[in-house]
């Protein structure tokens, strides 16, 4: 039966206001749960006045990719149209921008007399950990798949889909690639690492890097969540799947030496060791992207 009069109306704007009020609060909690460790690091508040503005540009325009690619995954609301998807992941953006002055503020790193090129660079890189934060907060906070009766189809994925292609498995784990790099790459670690890192020592750490990628994602079962393709495509093979993420965040460990300058004037060598060396907290970000999502064969294997 439908209800048409006012008390109706009345009830579910206040369902409406609830969920939306819930939605954002989850959004903004798992923001500050992924972004509170940068909050706290001396190192972002110094890039942000050194990085040239159009590099902060190049960061949130790579951040907003990733984090459409999250929202189109899970996200913080559910059952959107293309055009929503797009909102949900401008608002996500905005969403970090502001939870990012305010925490800076409250820390005392923005105060009356920073300048405006100096807090706009600090709020720039703490948005970005903060919105892939509230990009997955139904897949962390959540309990996705728990709602109206869709523990039994869900309950298992970690998404709200419950099948997810090769490619986007790939684009999440470039997305915790770059969230873990984005901690350790603007510190000095990296470099003193990278220099002092023979070619010996280089290959070493790039066979121990797939073995423990590859171990995580398919063998760790950690939840339940370890897995076992079927036969299909090149991407859905463990091994094949393996190098292509550690290929990622190989790219992603470079892009962000770059972005912060520490290859500018290195050599061959130093670049590829920093590169290597960072790439191993690239590729634990990865693995635990890959392992918030479900894969695209378990709804088949469990209709099996």
């Known amino acids: 039966m439908i209800c048409a009069t006012p008390a109706c109306y009345t009830r579910g704007v206040d369902s409406d206001l609830r969920d939306s009020v819930r939605d954002y609060?989850?959004?903004?909690?798992?923001?500050?749960?992924?972004?509170?460790p940068l909050l706290y690091t001396m190192e972002i508040w110094v890039h942000g006045f050194i990085l040239p503005w159009w590099k902060l540009l190049l960061l949130l325009g790579l951040a907003f990719i990733v984090v459409l690619g999250y929202n189109s995954i899970a996200g913080f609301r559910r059952e959107r149209s293309l055009s929503e998807l797009l909102v949900d992941s401008v608002s996500t953006i905005g969403l970090g921008i502001v939870v990012a002055f305010v925490?800076?503020?409250?820390?005392?790193?923005?105060?009356?007399?920073t300048s405006l090129r100096d807090a706009a660079g600090k709020v720039a890189l703490e948005a970005i950990p903060i919105a892939f934060g509230a990009s997955l907060a139904a897949t962390l906070l959540s309990g996705a798949?728990?709602?109206?009766?869709?523990?039994?189809?869900?309950?298992?994925?970690?998404?709200?889909?419950?099948r997810v292609g090769p490619l986007h498995r790939l684009l999440v784990a470039a997305g915790g690639a770059l969230l873990f790099a984005l901690n350790v790459a603007p510190t000095e670690e990296p470099v003193i690492l990278g220099i002092g890192a023979g070619p010996w020592l280089q290959l070493l750490v790039v066979a121990a890097t797939l073995v423990l990628a590859f171990g995580l994602v398919f063998y760790a079962d950690f939840g339940g969540r370890s897995r076992a393709h079927r036969d299909g495509g090149l991407?859905?093979?463990?091994?094949?799947?393996t190098v292509a993420t550690y290929a990622i965040s190989?790219?992603?460990a470079w892009f962000m030496l770059w972005a912060f300058g520490r290859v500018d004037g290195a050599s061959i060598h130093a670049?590829?060791?920093m590169t290597v060396m960072?790439?191993?907290?690239?590729?634990v970000g990865a693995a635990v992207g890959r392992l918030l999502i479900g894969d695209d064969h378990e709804g088949e294997g469990a209709e099996a």
Do not use: C, H, N, Q
């Open 250 to 252: 190989l790219a992603v």
């Open 235 to 241: 991407l859905d093979k463990p091994v094949t799947e």
């Open 278 to 283: 960072l790439a191993v907290f690239a590729s």
């Open 103 to 113: 925490a800076l503020v409250a820390l005392g790193r923005i105060e009356f007399g």
């Open 25 to 36: 609060t989850r959004a903004i909690g798992g923001g500050l749960i992924v972004g509170l």
């Open 271 to 273: 670049i590829a060791g």
């Open 145 to 162: 798949g728990t709602d109206e009766g869709d523990s039994g189809s869900d309950s298992g994925s970690g998404s709200s889909g419950g």
